[in-house]
């Protein structure tokens, strides 16, 4: 594995109009990875964010009775000012894009399906 190669992988989302930060994210809320150009205080600190977000999620279905398989694929969150936090959800990691202004949100989340699709191969997964 290759941080240049999912650096790289991740960075494909940026030319997507809207879209301003790429994260890759362990379920713990580790920083694996960032797309270039990013800086790392404010991504580790977003890293966090998205996997307690991820967990509260999980473990609010599990109190309101939902099966432990029912787990959270993808989340989307909506701000003022129109800024997105979109976040798919593997077994390994978090894919999260953060997006500013007006953008195509179906185009995101087709791009960051065909991410996951080419990092999950970069991991050994």
Do not use: W, Y
Not at 23 to 44: C, F, H, N, P, W
Request: aromatic share 4%.
């Amino acid at each position: 594995m290759s941080i240049d190669s999912i650096t790289a992988t991740l960075d494909r989302l940026k030319k997507v109009d809207g879209v301003i930060t790429i994260l890759m994210v362990d379920r713990d809320g580790l920083l694996i990875a960032k797309g270039s150009g990013q800086e790392t205080s404010s991504t580790e600190h977003l890293a966090s964010l998205f996997a307690r977000a991820i967990h509260s999620f999980e473990r609010s279905g599990q109190q309101s009775g939902r099966q432990n398989d029912d787990v959270i694929e993808q989340l989307i969150i909506e701000r003022t000012g129109e800024e997105r936090m979109m976040m798919f959800v593997t077994e390994a990691f978090i894919l999260a894009v953060v997006t500013a202004g007006p953008c195509n949100v179906g185009l995101i989340r087709m791009e960051m399906r065909d991410t996951i699709g080419l990092l999950t191969p970069l991991l050994g997964l």
